[in-house]
């Protein structure tokens, strides 16, 4: 029996899931001969679409409950409104995972970012089927990274200009006015803010690195 339009959306979902993750063909047991001939030959039949997708789902359902005794511990119910802005969710599916009480299994896209920034704050390891998604968010947070470490040595640049500044002054000079006290709190405000800076940014270097890096090229100095 030919598919039906719904069922023909159904199968290109499907099928443009395992193209994005191949190593979920794995996962719901398809063969390399079953790929060659359902992803470039033949539709599937009603009764291999129905089966190929309840293994989709249980796939999807089982990193699921992976996941979720960890997302309960590291982010839990107080942390879910922060943890969802960050991944780009609303709290309440980070709630419901948290609760296991979700009407309809999570899809891809959000397990794959939950666990992606689960292995960044506490190195949860990412299931093998979104080993690629982790490696472009890894990719990505490095190009922000580089905009945030030219946007401190800009600031850095400017602090010589600044220091320089303090050579005139002298204790038992009082006469000094309103711009030269701006000139010392403006030099010590970037020199903190700079420094406050440096420091988020080798936190979240060091995270990439350990994830990026082997660990015998790798032994961050404390």
Excluded at 30 to 58: H, K, N, Q, S, V
Excluded at 130 to 151: D, G, P, W
């Amino acid at each position: 029996m030919e598919l039906t339009n719904a069922q023909k959306s159904k199968w290109r979902h499907l099928k443009a899931d395992v193209l994005k993750r191949p190593f979920t063909a794995f996962g719901i047991g398809l063969l390399p001969a079953d790929i060659d001939r359902l992803f470039y030959g033949a539709l599937p039949t009603i009764r291999e679409l129905d089966e190929l997708g309840r293994r989709m789902e249980e796939l999807k359902e089982k990193n699921v409950q992976r996941l979720r005794p960890t997302l309960t511990q590291v982010v839990g119910h107080r942390g879910s409104a922060q943890f969802a802005e960050k991944i780009g969710t609303d709290s309440m599916s980070i709630k419901y995972i948290i609760d296991n009480r979700y009407k309809k299994v999570p899809s891809h896209e959000l397990i794959a970012k939950i666990e992606i920034y689960l292995n960044y704050l506490c190195d949860y390891e990412i299931s093998l089927e979104y080993q690629n998604e982790a490696r472009s968010y890894f990719l990505t947070k490095i190009e922000a990274m580089n905009l945030k470490a030219n946007a401190i040595a800009t600031d850095v640049n400017e602090l010589p200009a600044m220091v320089i500044k303090l050579q005139p002054f002298d204790k038992k000079n009082t006469s000094y006015g309103y711009r030269d006290r701006w000139a010392i709190g403006g030099l010590f405000y970037k020199l903190d803010k700079s420094i406050a800076e440096l420091q988020a940014l080798r936190l979240e270097l060091e995270s990439v690195a350990t994830n990026l890096i082997d660990s015998s090229l790798y032994d961050p100095i404390r």
